[in-house]
């Protein structure tokens, strides 16, 4: 089986010495302690997974960590800079659009995505990017209200 030994994660450098077909999520969480994106429905449906892979949002738990050598791997935890929360995370606390908080890191990494592509998203746009992120507790209303302060919609 072939090896991964190095990941681009958050700007860093990391060595792991996994299969490459072991999941980048297993691997994140497993290898390199970064527990933010979370296990899911383990199929890519639910997004609670969600990192970016050279700034798209793309479902860890069913990315084989061999697709991702290479590339620049974004979690939640790399988000923050220097202390300072970015302006989703600051944006989701505002608008208190977490409950249980399970599907949050996917959430703004998937949102993080949108406005990376769209700055501006109307109520449509943002409801239609965040399509197949999903929230058992039904928080969408203040997801969708923390995407619009975070892009400055509201």
Do not use: W
């Amino acid at each position: 089986m072939a090896k991964v030994t190095s990941l681009n994660v958050n700007g860093k450098k990391m060595t792991v010495d996994v299969d490459s077909t072991v999941s980048l999520l297993a691997v994140l969480r497993n290898d390199l302690d970064l527990t933010g994106s979370k296990y899911g429905c383990g199929e890519g449906q639910c997004g609670a997974c969600t990192v970016l892979l050279d700034g798209a949002a793309t479902r860890s738990c069913i990315t084989q960590v061999g697709r991702a050598a290479g590339k620049q791997i974004t979690t939640i935890e790399g988000l923050e800079k220097d202390g300072k929360l970015h302006p989703l995370q600051d944006a989701f606390i505002k608008a208190d659009a977490m409950q249980c908080a399970y599907c949050t890191s996917g959430m703004i990494m998937s949102a993080s995505a949108l406005l990376s592509k769209n700055p501006k998203p109307n109520r449509e746009e943002i409801i239609s990017g965040m399509n197949g992120n999903i929230c058992r507790c039904g928080t969408y209303q203040r997801i969708v209200e923390a995407i619009q302060i975070a892009s400055g919609t509201t």
